[in-house]
């Protein structure tokens, strides 16, 4: 068994996929993560969750897109159809 990783989801995301990546990660609804997190957040005078979270966004990766065993890099261009 290798060591599991924390990453920031690609699909189970609102903002950066923080919430969703650390559900994956210890195996809880990121529902329930996000609600406590914004609870935390407010009860704590909203900047040190907020900076805790930016801090997190830039820190924690994304998670690598797999397909058939192969590890690919997507380029994301906004606005970018390919055609000339």
Not at 9 to 18: F, K, L, N, P, W
Not at 31 to 42: A, E, K, Q, S
Request: charged share 20%; glycine share 14%; hydrophobic share 40%.
């Amino acid at each position: 068994m290798g060591i599991q990783k924390v990453y920031r989801s690609r699909s189970d995301r609102y903002i950066a996929g923080v919430c969703g990546g650390l559900g994956e990660y210890i195996d809880m609804d990121s529902t329930i993560l996000r609600l406590g997190w914004v609870m935390v957040t407010i009860f704590s005078g909203v900047l040190p969750g907020v900076l805790i979270y930016c801090i997190a966004m830039f820190i924690i990766p994304k998670k690598p897109m797999v397909e058939n065993g192969l590890q690919h890099t997507v380029i994301e261009v906004s606005g970018y159809s390919g055609k000339k």
